[in-house]
């Protein structure tokens, strides 16, 4: 084989590896970054992944939310009306969490009945509702995903 040929395979070949290493990276840093979206119905079912950064969403059950005095640590039941599971999470919950309303959380799923969330996420008006939260919970059959009547579903800017 001529050598200057010999140097062009080697050359190609190199760019070819360095292009295979580069895109293994990509694949490997963007599968760690997704948070796939489970209901509490799915949770439930055993659909979703134990272990694994996920998203949830529901409604938070009357009743349920109990807040640690002395720190910050909060438990509360979510649910879809089909499913449930309790939610823990220590922090500031956000000015507008209250029972009975749409929430998405993000964090662990330790097991089909506990969750470790990380953040959690209220709508920001009355008549929002997060779209998955309301597939889910139309899906579900739940009377808590019924759009009020008269008024408009908008989004105005970011959901949270």
């Known amino acids: 084989m001529n050598p200057v040929r010999k140097q062009r ?26 948070n796939l979206f489970y209901t509490p119905q799915q949770i439930a079912a055993g659909e979703a992944p134990l272990d694994a950064q996920m998203r949830v969403g529901g409604l938070v059950e009357p009743g ?26 220590q922090g500031i919950l ?10 998405v959380a993000n964090g662990t799923l ?21 779209p998955e939260v309301q597939d889910a919970l139309e899906k579900a059959g739940h009377p808590g995903a019924q759009k009020p009547e008269g008024k408009a579903q908008q989004q105005s800017g970011p959901a949270y």
Request: hydrophobic letters at 45%.
């Open 94 to 103: 956000p000015d507008l969490f209250r029972e009975g309303q749409g929430i």
């Open 9 to 34: 395979l080697l050359v190609v070949l190199a760019v070819l590896a360095g292009l295979g290493v580069a895109c293994a990276l990509m694949f490997y840093a963007l599968r760690q970054n997704i």
């Open 110 to 130: 330790i097991s089909q009945t506990r969750f470790e969330a990380e953040e959690v996420l209220a709508k920001h008006d009355e008549t929002y509702m997060p």
């Open 64 to 89: 349920t939310v109990i807040r640690n005095p002395e720190t910050l640590d909060v438990t509360f039941v979510l649910t879809d009306g089909k499913g449930r599971f309790t939610v823990h999470y």
